[in-house]
Structure formats: C-alpha cells, structure tokens
C-alpha cells in the first residue's frame, strides 16, 4: 500500500508557474515508476509526465519544454515544476506510483486553474 498526497495547486494567471508536490507514504526508492497525470472537465485522464528508479523520464509530447518532473527518493515525494501555464492546463492534477503492472496507487488530485 502506498498512500499519496498532492499539494501546490491553485489559481494562476497565464504565463505563471507552478510547483506541485507528491508525498508518498513509504519510501519511492524501489517505486518502478512515479508520475503525474491530469483529468479536464470533460475529458479523460491523460498522462503528464513519469519518472522512472532508474532516472528516466517521460512526457505528454504538447508539454515538452514546460513541465518538469523529478523525484526526491530521500523525501519520498515527487514534484512537477509547471512553467508558462496556459488556459488549457487547467484540470485536476494526480500522483501515481507504478509498483508493477498490476499494482498503482492514486492520490486524490489537486486542482490547478490558470485563468485571468
């Protein structure tokens, strides 16, 4: 069992950043894969970014260049540092912790509006 807690989200303007934070509660060290997802009104959750205990990471092709995303094993928390917001990042953002193919746990999602 992993529980996660996000935190960092919130109502931005356009062009603003954002960092949000994952806290796990045990250790990620040997987590195969953390990563953020995000789920707008309407549509369907989608893959943000993912980083691997190996030190790899993936994004959302539309987000390259933006989003960063890295993993402190010693705090056991992930962040995603989100700069140059636009209106359509707005959605509510979810921590996920791949164990296995069979295995992930969820955080309950923080939201992040970007509006004027």
């Known amino acids: 069992q992993v529980q996660l807690v996000e935190s960092g989200g919130g109502l931005v303007q356009p062009g603003e950043s954002l960092r949000l934070s994952c806290v796990a509660s045990?250790?990620?060290?040997?987590?195969?894969?953390m990563g953020w997802y995000r789920q707008a009104p309407g549509k369907q959750r989608e893959l943000v970014a993912t980083a691997t205990s190996g030190g790899n990471t993936n994004y959302a092709d539309s987000l390259k260049g933006r989003f960063t995303i890295s993993r402190d094993n010693a705090k056991n928390t992930v962040y995603l540092q989100m700069n140059s917001l636009k209106y359509e990042d707005t959605a509510v953002y979810y921590c996920?912790?791949?164990?296995?193919?069979?295995?992930?746990?969820w955080g309950q999602g923080t939201q992040v509006t970007v509006s004027p």
């Open positions: 996920n912790a791949h164990i296995s193919w069979s295995t992930e746990f």
């Open positions: 045990r250790s990620i060290f040997s987590i195969a894969a």
